[in-house]
């Protein structure tokens, strides 16, 4: 099994910028997809960014252009750089790892983004 454990997350200013990390254990990530996701206070839990274990990224439209999903395999760490952050972006930042039969999760790391 992967165990994953974000770190990073804090209060920042809007217009400002975070960087998360998500370090993998248990496991040898790189032939894993990952993913991160946030879930705000009363919605749900919603997609952030991918990176496949190709290194092939996706995003959010509503998080393009501003946040950057990237991954080592050596230190089997993912990490999601957040710029130009929004009131709006405020949520618990989750990591995901994807095996091609299961989720791992991590615990999670709170983002509030101030106005």
């Known amino acids: 099994q992967v165990q994953l454990v974000e770190s990073g997350g804090g209060l920042v200013q809007a217009g400002g910028s975070l960087r998360l990390s998500c370090a993998a254990s248990g496991r040898i990530i790189s032939a894993y997809d990952m993913a991160w996701y946030r879930q705000a206070p009363g919605q749900q839990r919603e997609l952030v960014a991918t990176?496949?274990?190709?290194?092939?990224?996706n995003s959010a439209d509503s998080v393009k252009g501003r946040f950057t999903i990237s991954r080592d395999n050596a230190k089997n760490m993912v990490y999601l750089q957040m710029n130009s952050l929004k009131p709006e972006d405020t949520a618990v930042y989750y990591c995901n790892a994807w095996d091609g039969g299961m989720d791992y999760w991590g615990k999670g790391t709170l983002v509030t983004v101030s106005s």
């Open positions: 990176i496949t274990s190709g290194n092939y990224t």
